[in-house]
């Protein structure tokens, strides 16, 4: 009787370990749209920078980041986080453009398999 346990966990192991699970796992990263701002924009002080797109992903979208720094200093100036739950969101936010400052804008997406994928805009204020 214990040959027939040892045999149907050994069974058990082996199937859960096999290939196919393996090759099933999502493997499609989330393709991100930045619409707003284009790379190398120039805006004047007080404008607002609207930061807007699309992601969208094979199966779902579990989370986005929405990072907004000073390129000049490093300082994180927003840092915006949505969790979507879908299979495509829009993002849509704005900040108000401040003289002298050279804005990096990154948008960052992972799908619940955490492939992650990254899109980067920078622009400027006079």
């Given amino acids: ?7 149907l966990i050994t069974t058990i192991v082996f199937a859960s370990c096999s290939k196919n699970k393996e ?11 930045i619409n707003t701002p284009v790379n190398g924009q120039s805006f004047t002080a007080g404008q607002s920078i609207p930061i807007s797109g699309t992601i969208t992903d094979n199966e779902y ?3 986005v980041h929405i990072h907004v720094s000073n390129n000049n200093t490093g300082a994180l100036l927003m840092d915006v986080h949505i969790y979507p739950g879908t299979n495509s969101t829009n993002f849509n936010e704005l900040i108000t453009a ?23 805009v920078e622009v400027s204020c006079n």
Avoid: W
């Avoid at 009787?1 to 045999?7: E, V």
């Avoid at 090759?23 to 749209?33: G, N």
């Avoid at 401040?98 to 980067?120: C, F, L, M, P, W």
């Fill in 98 to 120: 401040s003289t002298g400052i050279n804005y990096k804008i990154q948008v960052i997406a992972k799908d619940r398999a955490v492939n992650e994928s990254r899109s980067v």
């Fill in 61 to 63: 979208i579990a989370e």
């Fill in 1 to 7: 009787m214990q040959a027939g346990y040892l045999l």
């Fill in 23 to 33: 090759s099933e796992r999502d493997k499609i990263f989330p393709v991100i749209t």
